[in-house]
């Protein structure tokens, strides 16, 4: 049996599912630097070498880590495990606000500074293009930028402007700026980050209903 097959079976399925909710919280609650795969093997009552069976690596591990903080957090806020750049096209109004939305995102962040630090940890082997960070944070990163490009364009529709800044160019910049936030805020977590990036979106939100669109 191939190295990590024994997943595709239901009793393997649950298994490893089990492994990454540990993980998940172990790496919340003590702190990327302080988990340990002996801690994640103790956890879920197998051998560390038990573990990597259900996986390709350590790396990959903790890869389907961020994915499964990902689809919790798709639940939280877009209500469904599976995204599509139209999931939140009916909240989207005259009241509705992105800056929320951010503020809500960077707050929760806050208070899992481990699942932060996995994930610049990570975000740095991605530049190895052999890795399984590489392909996470590729998929990961254009979905974001398709989904905020989305969302800039209804925004704009619904409250009839043209942006002076393309939507292309928004969804770069808005990762650029949450990417940066964190790093920052982990060398120096007297930080807000929350209050940043709610004033950086501000600026953005602004830019995108600077032009309202005249008939004629």
Same mark, same amino acid.
């Given at each position: ?51 990597? *069976?259900?996986?390709?690596?350590? !790396? !990959? ?35 509705? &606000? ?30 190895? *293009? ?28 619904? *409250? ?8 292309? *160019? ?18 120096? &977590? ?11 979106? !501000? ?14």
């Amino acid at each position: 049996m191939a190295k990590g097959s024994r997943g595709s079976y239901p009793k393997g399925i649950a298994k490893r599912k089990e492994i990454l909710d540990a993980a998940l919280h172990i790496i919340s609650v003590d702190g990327f630097n302080h988990t340990t795969l002996a801690k994640i093997s103790q956890a879920v009552n197998i051998s560390e070498a038990g573990v990597l *069976h259900y996986f390709h690596s350590l !790396d !990959d591990l903790l890869v389907e880590v961020l994915k499964e903080r990902d689809i919790q957090d798709m639940v939280n806020f877009g209500k469904t495990e599976v995204p599509s750049v139209d999931m939140f096209d009916e909240e989207i109004d005259k009241d509705w &606000n992105p800056v929320r939305v951010i503020s809500a995102i960077t707050k929760k962040n806050t208070l899992t500074p481990g699942l932060v630090e996995l994930y610049a940890h990570m975000s740095v082997k991605a530049s190895d *293009h052999g890795s399984p960070a590489y392909a996470y944070f590729n998929e990961r990163g254009s979905f974001e930028r398709q989904l905020v490009g989305h969302l800039v364009d209804r925004y704009a529709e619904v *409250h009839e402007s043209r942006p002076t800044v393309s939507s292309e *160019h928004v969804a770069r910049i808005t990762q650029a700026i949450l990417d940066g936030l964190q790093i920052q805020w982990l060398i120096d &977590n007297s930080l807000d980050m929350e209050k940043l990036a709610s004033e950086a979106f !501000d600026m953005l939100s602004d830019s995108l209903k600077s032009e309202k669109i005249t008939e004629g």
